[in-house]
C-alpha cells in the first residue's frame, strides 16, 4: 500500500502535462495502489515519467493501453468502479526527477532554519530559566527572543517590498 502522504510528494515533482489530476484521483485511492521499482507485466500497472504516463488496464477481461492524460484518467475510474469489491491493486511506477531549487532559494531556506533553530534555543533557555527560577536568565532570553521577533519582522516587510 503506498501511504497518502507519498503520493502527494509526487507533486513536488516534474509532472508530465495532466498527471496533477490523474495523482490527486491515486491520493484518494492510496489503499489500493503498490509502488513498484519495475516495470511488471500483466498486472494492473501505471507508469509516470517526465514526459509522459501509460496505463496498462484489464478491462473486459482485456489489457487496455492508454497514455493520454484525460484517457488515463477515465480508465483509472473505469479499473477502480470495477474493483471496489475487489483486493486486487494498481502498481505504480514512478520515473520523476525532483524539482530543481535554485541556490538563491536554497540560502533562505538555509537562513530561515537557521533563524528557527536559535528561537527554539532561546525558547529552551527561557524554559530553563523558568525552571531554576532565574529571574535574571528568563528576562534576558525574553529580550533575545524580542529583538529576534522583530529582525524577523524586519525582514519579513523587506521581503514583501520586493514581491
Known amino acids: 500500500m503506498m501511504t497518502k502522504d507519498e503520493i502527494l510528494t509526487l ?4 509532472l508530465p502535462s495532466g498527471a496533477d489530476s490523474v495523482i490527486d ?6 489503499a489500493q495502489l503498490e509502488a513498484t521499482n519495475i516495470v511488471l507485466e500483466n498486472v ?5 515519467g ?9 478491462i473486459n477481461g482485456r489489457i487496455k493501453k492508454v497514455s493520454q492524460a484525460d484517457e488515463v484518467l477515465q ?4 479499473f477502480f468502479a470495477h474493483q471496489a469489491n475487489s483486493s486486487e491493486k494498481l502498481y505504480v511506477f514512478v520515473n520523476l526527477p525532483d524539482l530543481p531549487i535554485p541556490p538563491e532559494v536554497q540560502q533562505v531556506l538555509s537562513e530561515v532554519e537557521e533563524r528557527a533553530k536559535l528561537r527554539d534555543q532561546v525558547k529552551q533557555r527561557i524554559d530553563q530559566a523558568l525552571d531554576r527560577r532565574d529571574k535574571a536568565a528568563f528576562d534576558a532570553a525574553v529580550k533575545e527572543l524580542e529583538l529576534l521577533q522583530r529582525e524577523e519582522e524586519r525582514l519579513t516587510w523587506r521581503a514583501r517590498r520586493f514581491l
Open 11 to 14: 507533486k513536488t515533482k516534474l
Open 75 to 78: 480508465t483509472l475510474q473505469t
Open 50 to 58: 517526465r514526459h509522459g504516463m501509460i496505463a496498462r488496464i484489464p
Open 25 to 30: 484521483f491515486l491520493a484518494a485511492r492510496h
Open 44 to 48: 494492473p500497472l501505471l507508469i509516470i
